[in-house]
């Protein structure tokens, strides 16, 4: 399972059974983590997740032609399992790409590299495992999202520091150029055109941090459709649980599944489908109401307009 922690137990408090499976996903993962926390510490050691293998976090390739996703491994599986994977998206040629803690990937439009975040640290990789980078350092960093010109990169720090505060913060694609553009802003997500973020809320506004608006009240992980004109989000409503679309502008916004649904959904390029993690069966959190969740914690792919979905990973 991947680093998580305290701060964003809040995200994961609406999909887990009870608080104390919370816990045991702030504290455990799979594996030792091979990047380590970024300050030349040694890497710690965590167990597989006790609670079964899921597949989460998918991101659409920009030319549509794969999936990459992160596989937790449960307490059956080896921890060689656990990791980013690569899946066609109907399914076939499932590969794992990299064995690590890992989490948060996002294609650079190119299709050439591989932006994600391990161990609170932002990194890329290139598509063929070469060129390792670390992006960010001693600060705790999550979500990155490449601009549609590959030029810079989006990403949220958790908790402040002397010197850098919380927020949604923008650097180059070469981690140069780093500044804080949205104070207390999470998740943030590149409009096709570059020209605004949207973020946890549902808030979006322009890069520079301006003409910041609430289009959606309640609701994590938004993600604008390739043509701008869509954003889909997670729902923390409890009357309005699941996977959600609306217009960019805040109108029309319907529920495509009412699947418990874990993180972002990504887009296929086309607009045609989304990929999203179905959560675990069971009783969850919604806000401060239990409701029992169908679910088996693997991805789907349903078309847009909320129709004829199917399932694409299995145990």
Not at 93 to 113: C, H, K, M, Y
Not at 147 to 173: C, L, N, V
Request: with cysteine.
């Amino acid at each position: 399972m991947m680093l998580y922690d305290l701060e964003r137990g809040k995200i994961m408090k609406r999909f887990f059974i009870t608080i104390s499976i919370i816990t045991m996903l702030v504290l455990t993962g799979c594996g030792w983590n091979p990047f380590g926390p970024g300050d030349g510490s040694e890497p710690p050691r965590f167990e597989p997740w006790p609670i079964g293998a899921i597949d989460y976090e998918p991101a659409w390739s920009p030319d549509g032609s794969t999936i990459i996703y992160y596989h937790a491994a449960n307490y059956d599986d080896s921890t060689d399992t656990c990791g980013f994977y690569f899946v066609n998206p109907d399914g076939t040629n499932r590969r794992l790409f990299l064995n690590a803690t890992v989490d948060d990937p996002d294609w650079s439009p190119d299709g050439e590299w591989i932006l994600f975040s391990a161990n609170a640290r932002i990194w890329k990789i290139k598509v063929n495992g070469d060129s390792l980078t670390q992006l960010t350092f001693n600060r705790r960093t999550f979500f990155p999202d490449w601009s549609p010109d590959g030029k810079k990169i989006a990403y949220d720090q958790s908790i402040s520091t002397e010197t850098h505060p919380r927020g949604i913060w923008i650097m180059d694609a070469d981690g140069s150029n780093d500044h804080l553009v949205i104070d207390y802003g999470r998740c943030p997500d590149w409009s096709p055109n570059g020209t605004r973020l949207a973020y946890d809320g549902i808030y979006v506004a322009d890069t520079n941090g301006t003409n910041i608006k609430l289009i959606h009240q309640g609701g994590e992980y938004p993600v604008w459709s390739p043509d701008g004109s869509k954003i889909t989000f997670i729902s923390t409503d409890k009357n309005e649980y699941g996977l959600w679309i609306m217009d960019s502008n805040g109108d029309n916004p319907h529920c495509l599944t009412q699947d418990i649904c874990f993180y972002p959904c990504s887009w296929s390029p086309d607009g045609e489908y989304i990929v999203y993690t179905s959560g675990l069966e069971g009783s969850i959190m919604i806000g401060d109401s239990a409701v029992y969740a169908p679910g088996d914690g693997r991805l789907w792919v349903i078309n847009a307009d909320g129709t004829d979905k199917y399932q694409l990973t299995f145990p």
